[in-house]
Nanobody
Framework: EVQLVESGGGLVQAGGSLRLSCAAS????????IGWFRQAPGKGREAVSS???????YYADSVKGRFTISTDNAKNMVYLEMNDLKPEDTAVYYC???????????????????WGQGTQVTVSS
């Protein structure tokens, strides 16, 4: 059974940084994409960033240049380094897994197969 567990959220002032972690277990896929999504109160889910098993990456325009996605395959971890945080980055952040080969950008056109429970990020002004 695949499980994804996010951690690292919290409260930070505008301009600050956080690093989110996504721990994956029960993983046995050769081709996959891991995506980070976020959902702010009263808003729809937004794609943030993704990485594939062959290290293709994608960033939404809203986070490009501020967020960095990375992986530690030995530990089955995916990270989202978030710098220069803004109040509009406030949301619950989710990591999710899409099984199969896909480019990092195209991944967000598909329904992801597995989801974590989310971690809250709050950026104060």
């Amino acid at each position: 059974e695949v499980q994804l567990v996010e951690s690292g959220g919290g409260l930070v002032q505008a301009g600050g940084s956080l690093r989110l972690s996504c721990a994956a277990s029960g993983f046995a896929f050769s081709d996959y994409a891991i995506g980070w999504f976020r959902q702010a109160p009263g808003k729809g889910r937004e794609a943030v960033s993704s990485v594939t098993n062959d290290n293709d990456t994608y960033y939404a325009d809203s986070v490009k240049g501020r967020f960095t996605i990375s992986t530690d395959n030995a530990k089955n971890m995916v990270y989202l380094e978030m710098n220069d945080l803004k109040p509009e980055d406030t949301a619950v952040y989710y990591c999710a897994c899409l099984v199969g080969w896909v480019t990092a950008q195209a991944a967000f056109g598909y329904e992801f197969d597995y989801w974590g429970q989310g971690t809250q990020v709050t950026v104060s002004s």
